[in-house]
Structures are given as C-alpha cells and as structure tokens.
C-alpha cells in the first residue's frame, strides 16, 4: 500500500504549507498515504482530516491556560488516532505547543519525525532545541537565519526555502477590475488592505483600531480581508455602522492594494511578497503581553524585518498602537520616496528567502528519510 504519513498544522498558514508539500510529495510518489490534522487546502490534496485546525487555534499564554482542558483532550484524541494509523513517518508543521509534545510522543514509539516550518525557539524558550535535539529527526527551516541558530546549537538543520513563495508564484495573475467586480468595490479609489489577524482573539483587538484609519482617509477604499476560520457573523459586530468592505480573497486583495495595515504574523511576509508597502501592528492581552515581554528576545516581531536584520517596515506594539500612532505611520506610506524605499528592501527579501521551490526541496528531504 506504500507509507504512511501523519501531519498536523493547527492554523491556516499551516493548512497551506502542508497542502503544498503533500502536493509536492504526491508528485514525487505515487503510493503515500496521507492522515492528519489542518483543513480544506489539505484535504484537497487527498490527506484524510481527522480535526479541523479551527477548532484548535488558541494564542497568547492566559489564553492557553484557559483552554487547558480542550487542549489535552485535542492531545489524547490524537494519540489515539496516530496509534491506530501506525505511521511510517509524521510531518509536524509549525504550531509548536502542540506539536512538541507530539513528537516527544512519538520518538518515544519509535516513529520517525519531520518537524517542517521551525518553532520560533530563537525567539523565546531557547531551551527547547534540547528537547528537539532529541524528538526530532529531521528539522526543515524556512527562513535562512534559523539553520545557523540550530548549528550554534549543534543540531543540524535543512533550509528549504519559504513556501510563501511558492504559494504566490503558483497564483494565475488576476485582473483588478474583474477583482473589484466579483467583490462589488468601487472602481476608482485605490485600495487598502485591512488584515486584522486570522485568529478571534486578534482580530477582537486589531480590527476596531484599524476601523478608526477609515474615516481620516475617505479617498481610499479600505477592504478588510476575512479570514477563512471566521464567519461573517463575528466581523459584523465590528463592521456594521462601518464603510468598509470585506472580501473573502487575502491574496487577491494584497495583489491590487496600494497599501496595508497588517497584524504580525505571516500576513507581513506575505504583503511584503506582494510588493505592497505596510505597517505592522500588534497588540496583546496584557497578561501575556507582560509574561512576552519578559520572555521574547528578538528586536523585531514582524518576519520582514526579522529576515532583513532591522527596521524596514514600521512596528507598531501593545501601548504604542493607537489610532494616533497608526495615523502618523500610515501616512508614510503614501509618500513616494518612502514607498519606493520598502519596495528595494522587499527585493531583498525576497533574495535572501532562496526564490521557489520550498516545497519540493522539503519533499526531497522527506522522501530522502523515508527510503
């Protein structure tokens, strides 16, 4: 029947990595077989999904411990189901609170496992590659700095290069008007991205504080890019005494925005890929923001400036974003000379993120592991 292959993403940039790479395996073999946990992008490409990642997306340390006892039943069911599957190999990708236990689990079983998208440990928690060092059998790194973190480490690790590039590259180029049709936006003012988060809790706190931009710049179309995890029912609560509009098409908008407003996560990365000139903005609950602050020790949040070594798109984090603030760093960019200056550093970027083809370099390691 051929081998069997379990993978986990508990988010949706983890649905759409994995669906790349399971993509890129099935190209390269005919006869895996795929089980797991992530959503739609997955199932498309045949892994059977046992749990959907929306019912497992929790952020930020209170809110962890709050959903402590949803989290170790998610842990026992899926114990369960890798023992009944009795995989040749698992695929962990990205979402470490979880996945780190997982394969503590496995190693101990005698399962070999991939840990594909690397767990921030050189941002806090450095401790943990002790642990990886042992769970892990082969750790595939997407952003270049991460291999030599691990080699400072004496654990050796594979830079294969950042499926965001991939992702993009595979896109058929849209047409802007056939764009703002399908979604009934106004054909003449240039458009603003709104990317408020994809999880509850950050969109809770991002989106009325991007809300409050709208009305100081009424010549622009703010859009606000709906996340695939939410529903229309939850943003309305934000957006119903508001103008903006809202479509359900991240890259699309992104592919003909002037500019963003953009929670940190992988949206700076994919709106700087995009070639769209952005500010980054962040805000937490207090609790963990405090216990972060504490614990974090990287000089950037936003994985453009953490890739490019300094400040190239402006952050905006927990006391200093304000609609104030906001106001005064969106208007940069608007400025020509200032958006031309992001525009030469995203070139750089995407130089040092190694070009396309993640996805396959990652299945080439992983097969390679496999026979």
């Given amino acids: 029947m051929g081998e069997k292959i379990f993978i986990i993403a508990g988010e949706a940039s983890g649905d759409l990595h994995a669906s790349n790479l399971v993509k890129a395996l099935n190209k390269q073999s005919e006869k895996l077989q795929f089980r797991g946990l992530g959503g739609e992008l997955m199932e498309q490409q045949g892994v059977e999904i046992l749990k959907h990642y929306k019912t497992m997306a929790f952020m930020g340390f209170a809110e962890v411990i709050a959903n402590i006892r949803t989290i170790a039943k998610n842990f026992k069911l899926v114990k369960g189901w890798i023992s009944d599957f009795n995989p040749d190999l698992i695929i962990l990708v990205d979402y470490p609170g979880f996945n780190m236990r997982i394969a503590s689990w496995a190693k101990e079983r005698g399962i070999k496992v991939v840990y594909y998208i690397s767990p921030q440990v050189w941002a806090w928690k450095e401790g943990r590659v002790k642990k990886l060092k042992t769970t892990v059998d082969k750790m595939l790194c997407i952003l270049p700095f991460e291999v030599d973190f691990y080699a400072k480490h004496n654990m050796e690790a594979t830079f294969v290069g950042h499926p965001l590039l991939d992702a993009i590259a595979s896109r058929n180029p849209g047409v802007e008007a056939e764009f703002r049709a399908k979604w009934n936006l106004d054909s003449d003012k240039k458009i603003i991205a709104v990317l408020p988060g994809s999880r509850k809790q950050e969109i809770e706190r991002m989106l009325p504080e991007f809300l409050t931009l709208q009305k100081k710049y009424p010549e622009y ?10 529903e229309d029912e939850f943003y309305a609560q934000y957006t119903q ?7 359900r098409d991240t890259y699309g908008l992104l592919e003909h925005s002037y500019a963003a407003i953009v ?3 992988t949206a700076t990365l994919e709106t700087a890929l995009f070639k769209v000139p952005q500010v980054v903005c962040y805000k937490g609950g207090n609790i963990s923001y405090q216990i972060a602050k504490r614990l974090v020790k990287i000089p950037y949040i936003s994985l453009v400036n953490l890739v490019l070594n300094r400040e190239v798109v402006k952050e905006l984090i927990q006391n200093d974003f304000t609609p104030y603030q906001l106001e005064q760093y969106f208007s940069n960019l608007l400025k020509e000379d200032y958006r031309q ?3 030469n550093n995203y070139e750089e970027l995407r130089e040092k ?5 993640a996805s396959a370099n990652a299945a080439n390691e992983i097969l390679h592991l496999l026979n």
């Fill in 221 to 230: 179309l703010f859009v606000l890019a709906k996340a695939p995890s939410q």
């Fill in 241 to 247: 005494n508001s103008p903006i509009e809202a479509v």
């Fill in 263 to 265: 929670t940190s996560g």
């Fill in 341 to 343: 200056s992001l525009l």
């Fill in 353 to 357: 993120l190694g070009g396309e083809g």
